[in-house]
Each structure stands twice: as structure tokens, then as C-alpha cells.
């Protein structure tokens, strides 16, 4: 068909469109909804809710991106189930670790730079520091129920726990924009005009929450492989190591 062609072809369906128009008919649009799970029909409190509710039901989940907590920025990339998680999580310019939970038992392992910082613990590091951190390189330090760092490190292990302190917004909400997150088409709903936070809704099957943006600057975070399994263990005896000390977590 020529340039030409085309053009008068347009002209025609134009034409047409708007003498039905003129009569009370009119041409189809597209549904942006069509093929859809329809949560993009609801109001934006009600795709909030049935986000949450998909998200309680999940039995696991994947977690990547930022968290800004206290003036501290962490880095995570975790997998979670009902057992525990596992995964990798750092602080901006600071440390970087490794954390397994299985049930109640919490491993953690880092490179001998982390326990160095470990071992310093505010005075300068010594050769009998660095060389205690090398026996620690890479291995398992299961952490008792009992230390500081217990609390604060296995809340990065469960679901229920970072789920809930993730999917939160603030002030008025409203629905946003159309989009795609991870190749799934999405609708947002926002809190105060985003200032409260950006939470982007799989529009195709389950209504999972896919994407999260905090407000006032806390981080972005993904969310990812619902329901879909992953093994979770407790690593081989010869692989756990005893620190003795108690752990500080996340320092810089």
C-alpha cells in the first residue's frame, strides 16, 4: 500500500468514526484492561489491599534493591520462604555479608575484611586481628539466639517481617501511571502524590506487589519469584566456624 493509499484510508476511517460518533455509536478502543487480572479497574485503595493480601499468601519471594534506614543505606538481595532466607546484604561503603536462616538457626558469612572490623572494634587493627579474620574467611558463624545482632540480622530472613515493613504507603492514595516491571505490565498506585510512596501491581495473574518506592527517599525494592520454590539448608558442620564474640552488624 502506498503512502498515499494510506493516508486516504486513515482519512476514511476518521470519517467514518466520527459520522457514528454523530449518532450515538463509535468506533472500538482498546481496553487497556483486556487480558488483565482487573485489579486496574478497582480504586486505588482497594489494588493496594489485594496486593497486600497476595502477598500474605505467598509463600516466598525474592527481594532486591535498597532499603535507607536511620541515615543507613542497605543493599539486599534476598530469598525468603515460611523456613527462613537467604541471601547477600551490605551497607553503603561498609560491610558485606552473606545471611542463611533455617527455622530459628542464623548463619552468617563474610569475607576476613568484615571480621577485621569485627576484631578493631574501635582501636587499630593488629597482625593477630588480621590473622584471626582469615580463619573466619568465607565460613559460617551460626549466631546465637542470644546476641545483639540476632534481631536485627534474622529480620532480614523473614517474609512476614520485611513484607510488612516494605509495603507500606502514606497519605491519600491514588492510582498512577501504566508500566511493565520485569517484563509483567503493572499498575502504581501512589501515597500523597508519590511523596508517600510508589507501589507498582502485577496486572497480570496474581495482583503481586512488584516494585516498591519508598517514600521520602527510603529505597527502592523489587519483588520477585512468587511462589516459586527455592532449597534452603543449614550448611555443613565442617563449614561453621565459632566467632565467641558477640556480632555488630552492619557497620561502616
Known amino acids: 500500500m502506498t503512502a498515499r493509499a494510506r493516508t486516504c ?3 476514511l476511517v476518521a470519517a467514518v468514526c466520527a459520522g457514528l460518533a454523530a449518532t450515538g455509536s463509535a468506533c472500538a478502543t482498546e481496553d487497556p484492561d483486556e487480558g488483565t487480572n482487573g485489579v486496574g479497574k478497582l480504586s486505588a485503595a482497594k489494588i493496594e489491599r489485594s496486593a497486600k493480601k497476595a502477598a500474605g499468601a505467598a509463600e516466598a519471594v525474592r527481594l532486591s534493591g535498597s532499603i535507607i534506614s536511620q541515615g543507613r543505606t542497605y543493599r539486599l538481595d534476598m530469598r525468603l520462604n515460611d523456613s527462613g ?3 547477600e546484604v551490605s551497607t553503603k561503603g561498609g560491610s558485606r555479608f552473606e545471611l542463611l536462616r533455617v527455622d530459628e538457626d542464623l548463619f552468617l558469612k563474610a569475607d576476613a575484611e568484615f571480621w577485621v572490623q569485627q576484631e578493631k572494634d574501635g582501636k587499630d587493627s593488629t597482625e593477630g586481628d588480621r590473622e584471626a579474620a582469615r580463619k573466619l574467611d568465607g565460613k ?3 549466631v546465637p539466639p542470644g546476641d545483639p ?4 540480622l534474622s529480620g532480614f530472613t523473614d517474609i512476614n517481617v520485611m513484607l510488612d515493613g516494605l509495603l507500606v504507603l502514606d497519605g491519600a ?3 498512577g501511571e501504566r508500566g511493565e516491571v520485569g517484563g509483567v505490565r503493572t499498575v502504581r498506585v501512589t501515597g500523597a502524590d508519590g511523596e508517600g510512596g510508589k507501589l507498582d501491581v502485577a496486572l497480570i495473574g496474581t495482583p503481586y506487589p512488584l516494585r516498591l518506592e519508598r517514600g521520602g527517599g527510603g529505597g527502592v525494592v523489587e519483588m520477585a519469584d512468587w511462589d516459586k520454590e527455592f532449597p534452603l539448608r543449614a550448611p555443613d558442620k565442617n563449614q561453621v566456624v ?3 564474640r558477640q556480632i555488630t552488624a552492619g557497620g561502616d
Open 9 to 11: 484510508r486513515a482519512a
Open 85 to 87: 532466607g537467604v541471601g
Open 140 to 142: 559460617y558463624v551460626k
Open 149 to 152: 545482632a540476632y534481631k536485627q
Open 173 to 175: 492514595r491514588a492510582t
Open 242 to 244: 565459632d566467632y565467641g
